[in-house]
């Protein structure tokens, strides 16, 4: 069973950045796409963005512009790269990974704490 391991969360002030990382066990060439979702207390959790093995990435609308994310094959990692943090953005953020097609994750990591504060 692979194994996503988050880091990088924190507290930032409303304007400010983090990095999120996201390490698997094994190769993530297994895995069409992968992402990330948050979930904010009392709300559903929403995919923010996620990127193909080729490459290509799609963001939510609310982050677009602001966030970034990257894929290293070599190292087996994902990174959410957050600039222009707002309050809004205060949630769990989650790494998960997908082996189908249709990028429905099949792999969860544990998740890491995003708080902005304004």
């Known amino acids: 069973q692979v194994q996503l391991v988050e880091s990088g969360g924190g507290l930032v002030h409303s304007g400010g950045s983090l990095r999120l990382s996201c390490v698997a066990s094994e190769s993530i060439f297994r895995f069409y796409t992968m992402g990330w979702y948050r979930q904010a207390p009392g709300k559903q959790r929403e995919s923010v963005a996620d990127i193909t093995g080729g490459g290509r990435a799609k963001y939510v609308h609310s982050v677009e512009g602001r966030f970034t994310i990257a894929r290293d094959n070599a190292k087996n990692t994902i990174y959410l790269q957050m600039n222009r943090l707002e309050p809004e953005d205060t949630a769990v953020y989650f790494c998960?990974?997908?082996?189908?097609?249709?990028?429905?994750?099949?792999?969860w990591g544990q998740g890491t704490q995003v708080t902005v504060s304004s």
């Open positions: 998960f990974g997908s082996t189908n097609g249709v990028g429905t994750p099949d792999f």
